[in-house]
Structure formats: C-alpha cells, structure tokens
C-alpha cells in the first residue's frame, strides 16, 4: 500500500472542509487527528508535543526535540510532510507559520487548550480569525480507508485469540487480576504494542459495575466473569467483550445471557449506512425493556472506534446523525444485577454498504470455562 | 491519619492563593487537580467527565454518571465535598453554580479546552470575569502532605522489589520485550495499581536513545540495558532508571558508568531547599562535559513527580525558580553513545530542610547480571 497516497487522501478531506467553510489554514494539536493526519505511528504519547499547520498549499509538522527524529524516520524521506524541530513554543510558531503563509482564516481545534488560544490570539492580534472546530476532524476520520481497516482488524485478531487462550487459563481459585494480568501478557507477546483501555476483569457481582477494576477478588465456581478488554496495534483500538461462565450456568444467568444476545444480533441487524445512532440504541433499550430488565441497562449500546478507543458516530440516547458507510463502531448492550451479576456482549466491525460486518470472531454462544 | 483533615488543609492552600489574588471561586476540569483536591482514587481516567467549583464558602464537584456511585463510595459519607451528579454538560453545570454562589471573579486552569471555556464565556454572559490560572494549583501540589510522601514511598518501594526480582530474571537470549513484560507483572502482582507509564528497557545500541522503546532485539552477552520505569500506587507515581550489564562490562562501560554516577551523585549533594532549578541542571551539563561526554546528554537531570509523572519543580535549562522543602524530584543524569550503549541513573526523592532523601534503595553499584 503506498501510504503517500494514503495521507494525501485524508489531507484532501481536510482541504475539501477548508474550502466549504473559507478557512485559509487550519491549527491543530489534537494527537488522534496528528496521527491520522502524519501516518506516524506510536509518536503522540505527549499530549503537548506536537503541532500542525494545514493550507489549501503545504502541510507543516512542528515537533519537540525528544520526536525529532523519531518523526524523520517514521515518515520517510519522501514525506508530504515538512517537519520543523522546536526552537521556539507551540502557539509562537503557529503564528509565525500563519504570518508567513499569509492566512487570514485560521479554523482552530476546540480541544486545544486555553493557554494555546489566548497565547495564539495574543501573537496574532487582530490581524486573524480563529474560528473553532467541533470536532470536525473526528468525522473526518470516521470513515475509514482500507489501510486503517487492515489495522483495527488485526488489531482484534489478536484480541479474538487472546480470548481462546484466557477461556483455557481461568479456573475458580484465581483472582481477577491475575486473568487481567494473563490476558494482557498474552495479547503483549502475541502482536500487540500495546492494550486499548485498563482490562475490565470482574466477576460475579462485580460484573454488575460496568466500570469495575479487577481486584482481589478470588473467581467462585457459578460465577459470571465479564470481559472487556482489547489490543492496540499501530494505534488502532480493538474493544470487545465477552462473559463466560465457570461452570454450568443457572437457569437465571442463561435466560439473562439470552436476552443480552438476542438484543445484540437484532440491533446488529438493524445498523445500515444512514441508520441515525440514537435509534439503533433505542431499539436495545426497548428490547431489554420488553424482557424485563428496562432498569439493569444504563449505558450506550456502541460507539465509534479507531484512532481513539471512543470515536464518532455513536449508538447513544445524544447522537442524533446518520451512521456513515466506512464507519467502525462497537454493539455491546448489557444486563446488570446489582449484587448478582453483570453481562455484556461486545463485538467491533465496519458497517458497510448492506449493513454491519463484526471484526470480531469469537462466538456469541455462552461459554462455559474452568473444566 | 484523618484524609478529611488533610484535604481540609489541600482546599486552604487553594483559598489562600484565591484570597490573595482576589478570586471569588476557581472552576477546576484538570484530572490531577482534582484528584488532589477531592482525594478521590482511581477515578480520573476520563479528562472530561469531572468539573469542580471551589469558593471562599464551598466545594462543589460535578461528575457524570458512570462514575458518580464511585465518587460517593471513595469520598466516604463525611466528606467536605458536594457531589452533583450530570443532568446537564459541565460548562452548564458550573455556570449555574456560579450564578448561584453570585461569583464575579472566576478563575480558569489554562489547561482547560476551548470548547469548555467558549461555552463559559457564552453561559455567563458580561457578567464573569475569567482569569487564568498558569498552574498555579500545580505549584500548590508541589509541596507534598504526609499523605502523598507515603503513598510515594510505597511506589517506590514496589519499584526497587521488582528491580530485585528482574536483575535475578535477565539474561542473553530474552528479547526487551520479554523483560518489560516480565518486570510489569511483577509490580502489578506486587502491589501496583498500575505503571507509572510505558517502561523503557533498552539493550545494546537501544540504550542510546533516551525514549527507546523495548522491541524484539535480542539481549546479548556484554549489553549494557538502560531500564526506565515505575509502579503506580494510589494515582502516585514511582520512577527509576537503572542500566545493568550481561555480563562482565567493558571498561569504557564502566568508565562512562562511573561518571553518571558521579554526576548523580553530586547533583543529589547540591540539592536543598530553595536551590533554583536550573542551576543543579547545568551542574550536571558540566560533570559530563569536563569527563568528556558533552555531546552525549541532552535531556534535562530530573522533574517532579506525584500524581502526575511530570510535575514541578525541575532540573531543567528553563526552570529559574527555587526548588521548595518537601517537593519530590528525580535526578537522572545520562550519557548516550549512538550505536554503542547508553547509561542513566535516576532515583527520586523528597527535597528535605537538610538536602535530598531519596526514596529509592536499589544500590548505585553497576549491576552485573545474567550469570
């Protein structure tokens, strides 16, 4: 894949929303929308490192010195990008490469910060608008190009077989963390750089808490464990979710795991191109409702994945536009007792032009572990 | 030890600096901030989901709802701390509170977004004046309580085990990978909530490169491996940097070794109270420069550390300003050789009346390993 290519398509994108709008330049510090932007990969762990200046004409990178080099290398020679090491702050050379460039118009993300903007607004006085991005790079980025497709992929390759070897690793008498601790092991030395999010492990009761951490707690024979876990690859988030059951399940966890997947399948089934977010996330709400458990669902039923591990669109009660063609999202309703047990099912995948394609591999079939 | 007393003591360092800068209340959106002022553990993942409001009078956090039952739980019943759950967004919530507590002068943390401070101005309207605050709260968390120290301690504690236990664990024929896995277990298993971040372990040529990080090279008889890491305990950080050898080491490794060690070491002597940072830097620039190695250490001797892994104070050519009692800083001088080796040794300890304590036990001898 040649990956000139490739970056100077995302560039055109971002020129395509400069024209329409009448933005001369655009300023950006946002990381996620750096790398989509570069193609450097694993370079934006410094939140205030790095800085980009766009035009209709040039694309310049401003970094500091500990990446200076890292940057050079990872581009390539042949960049679209020119690279510029830090002699001076952040915001004193945005405004020197706007004065150069001649911008009047210069859109500015609105995640920067309030010391870049009122340094910014200070250097380049009344001579420059600065406009504000709502997160407009974001969609930008939800539709993904087939490099970015290869990547979350294999990113949730090696999340699926890391869950065939944690189903054969867990038994009653281990605790929480030590499945965390050889989950993540097995996805670090199996292909991943990294993991996507803090591992949720909990188990039995502590699977009611969406957001629970593992802990000390020592896994019963009977208990439900959620999993929510995945790994990183060239900083592309996988995320998935399974529970299983250690031992044979009562009658109760079946019928509960049952309307959790039923849920899942019938809004996996519903997502297409155009679908508006909001709505397929009421259809969860209705379908757990109708199985009597309206109370035990708090949450999202999806959001959006990639460069972040929570991206645009999103299947929320607050996401009132349509679900683009390219897009990656998860589906992960959920069922939560308090004092009981918890299950949530959560696959990744692409929607595409018929509908929604699961990255994710593993059954949806209730499995049964600790033999 | 009374937590309530001590953040009691945390809210009048902050009132002070209102009182004397004239502010009517602080509006806080930065995670460490708050985890400093609230003492709530473990809750701060998630940069925009807490929003606080402190006055002359109150203490007011705002928080969304998949971690309000949390914040309950970990601020305990007697808590100082008012905790509104989201009805609404955070720049909503807080104009509101501050209209009710009828506030004029408002200070906001320049490390808050655009899209929050955009929305403030719009909310309050003519009304508000918005003045910075220029991490000023950060110097307020300089100064650490008896609390912090302890929970320091016990980082670092963790940390020189898992020193213990990898130094028996290295040897030729293990990729870096395979040893950063293996050291992260360890504290994760020991006692650790987390890393401190991502570790460094960088053998042979590797270790030349200040911010390597660990691959699939494979560790050789004679390799010098810079190993850079920490445990995170209870949101505080633990940092460490030692470099052992596989075996007997050259004796240029051990000459360039001993001269780190003697920067160290003289650097950690000339360190007390009030001593401007900057001049403990160039101490360092000139140990290493009059051993010869000048053009072979470019990075700053050391920083502060606490709930965030890079804090105030530091040791570096841009901070002119005295280093107080009681803040907790690294010193971690380093010579690099492209495609030699590497060295650095870093400890991190409390600044005390009489000079620098610090926290890490792990000896400065050069550790041969591997037999």
Redesign the interface.
Known sequence: MDMNKTLEGRLASLRRLMADRGYDAVVLRNNPDLRWLTGAE?TF?DESAHTALVTAEGQWLHTD??YFN?FRERLGGDSVWDIDQDVVGHAEWAAARIADTGSRTVA????????F??ELVERTADSVELP?L?GDICDLRMVKDTEELELLREAQRITDEAFEHICGFIHAGLTE??V??ELE?YM??HGAD?LSF?TIIAAGPNGAN??A?PGERVIEQGDMIVMDYGALYHDYHADMTRTVCVGEPSAKQREVYDIVRRTHEACAAAIRPGVIGREVHELSVRLIAEAGYGDCY??GLGHGVGIEIHERPNFGRLYDKPVPAGSVVTVEPGIYLPGEFGIRLEDCGVVTENGYEPFTASSHDLRVVGH
Do not use: M, Y
């Not at 500015?108 to 010391?115: L, M, Y």
């Open positions: 694993r762990d010195s500990r890292t500015i993300e609105d995640t920067a910060t309030v010391a903007l009122d504000r709502h963390q030590q965390r601790v092991n670090l030395t990294g803090g969406p957001h951490q708090g949450h």
